[in-house]
């Protein structure tokens, strides 16, 4: 019965952990790719 809990607990975890990276990857993509083309006003006016 322990490790059956334990088992939903592990794959908890590890779904989480992988949403994570996902919306990790997803805004560094935005901030270093996609952000660049429309500047701000604070980076227009240098």
């Keep these: ?3 059956y809990i334990w088992h939903y607990w592990i ?3 590890l ?3 992988a949403l994570l990276a996902v919306v990790q990857l997803v805004v ?3 901030r270093k790719v996609v952000g660049p083309q429309y500047p701000n006003r604070r ?3 240098e």
Excluded: N, P
Aim: proline residues 0%; charged residues 5%; glycine residues 14%.
């Design 1 to 3: 019965m322990l490790a």
């Design 11 to 13: 794959g908890f975890l």
């Design 15 to 17: 779904f989480l952990v």
């Design 28 to 30: 560094g993509y935005v």
């Design 43 to 45: 980076q227009k006016s």
